[in-house]
């Protein structure tokens, strides 16, 4: 899978020096056999969570292996009221950077 242009960017943008290392655990996980594949969805969830930091890409990646419904869970949906409440909806791109 290609990974989308919104993606790329969202990884240069958070993990700056470090976006090399995060795309190199992205394309690991994506070579990775297991009971769910990674859709856009998943890797912009997995993306959005660990807000430039590997170690939590890197768990965040793991758990869309191990089901990736708890990784959308993690990555959309916030508890307000002891509900769960989607707050993003990753099936869309990430919003463009604005540089002014």
């Keep these: 899978m290609a990974i989308p ?9 958070d993990f700056q020096a470090q976006a ?7 394309e690991k996980a994506l070579g990775t056999d297991s009971f769910c594949f990674f859709s856009p969805r998943q890797l912009r969830c997995a993306v959005f969570v660990a807000r430039g930091d590997l170690g939590v890409l890197q768990q965040a ?12 869970l993690w990555g959309e949906y916030s508890v ?3 509900k769960y409440v989607r707050q993003h909806d990753w099936n869309l791109p990430f919003e463009p950077v604005k540089v002014s």
Excluded: K, Y
């Design 61 to 72: 990646l793991q758990l869309g292996l191990t089901d990736c419904r708890d990784l959308m």
């Design 80 to 82: 307000h009221d002891g």
């Design 5 to 13: 242009e919104d993606i790329l960017n969202r990884i240069e943008q």
């Design 20 to 26: 090399t290392q995060a795309l190199s655990l992205i």
